[in-house]
T-cell receptor, first 117, second 113 residues
């Protein structure tokens, strides 16, 4: 069975400082992993995805994530936070790809990122 | 513009009433999904459909129903059997190829009065 754990429910940073949002996953085979962002009362937007190619994945708005199989982690980082980054972030694992076919997503409970001026 | 639309954005319902939430996509995606979002719980899958005229229950299907008569449309009915329907509902779609992500609509906020 697959699962996702986001280790922090809330992260607060100052504008211009680095962002680290932590995510661990559990999967019985090579997973597809995603990070989505959600601004208040909006739908979810894809930031980046890992699909067994490069382990360091670059996404939109300066975000990137590194897939570490030995640590079963997929942490999201950004070198310098901007006020517009304040939102909720979801780490997601999919049963799609090698070994799975439904494309169903399993969501973490989310990390709310606050950015202080 | 290609995308997913959901209507209405806000919906108010009296207890005991059924309501239907609309979801339409023009991305030519085969698969469509409905999720429910509650604060601090992430998203939970209600129903999904891989092809027209076929759909499967997700993790929390009780009190909900769907139909998939057209590829571009996947309406969700919240019935009076759903005990706690107040939530934010999100529709998504996906092309049926491996590794493809889901694209989300803007959501409908349902409040039961």
């Amino acid at each position: 069975a697959q699962s996702v754990t986001q280790l922090d429910s809330h992260v607060s940073v100052s504008e211009g400082t680095p962002v680290l949002l932590r995510c661990n996953y559990s999967s019985s085979y090579s997973p597809s992993l995603f990070w989505y962002v959600q601004h208040p009362n909006k739908g979810l937007q894809l930031l980046l995805k890992y699909t067994s190619a490069a382990t360091l994945v670059k996404g939109i708005n300066g975000f990137e994530a590194e897939f570490k199989k030995s640590e079963t982690s997929f942490h999201l980082t950004k070198p310098s936070a901007h006020m517009s980054d304040a939102a909720e972030y979801f780490c997601v694992v999919s049963d799609s790809g090698y070994g799975g076919s439904q494309g169903n997503l399993i969501f973490g409970k989310g990390t709310k990122l606050s950015v202080k001026p | 513009d290609g995308g997913i639309t959901q209507s209405p954005k806000y919906l108010f319902r009296k207890e005991g009433q059924n309501v239907t939430l609309s979801c339409e996509q023009n991305l030519n995606h085969d698969a469509m999904y409905w999720y429910r979002q509650d604060p601090g719980q992430g998203l939970r899958l209600i129903y999904y459909s891989q092809i027209v005229n076929d759909f499967q229950k997700g993790d929390i299907a009780e009190g909900y129903s769907v139909s998939r008569e057209k590829k571009e449309s996947f309406p969700l009915t919240v019935t009076s059997a759903q005990k706690n329907p107040t939530a934010f509902y999100l529709c998504a779609s996906r092309h049926s190829s491996p590794y493809n992500e889901q694209f989300f609509g803007p959501g409908t906020r349902l409040t039961v009065l």
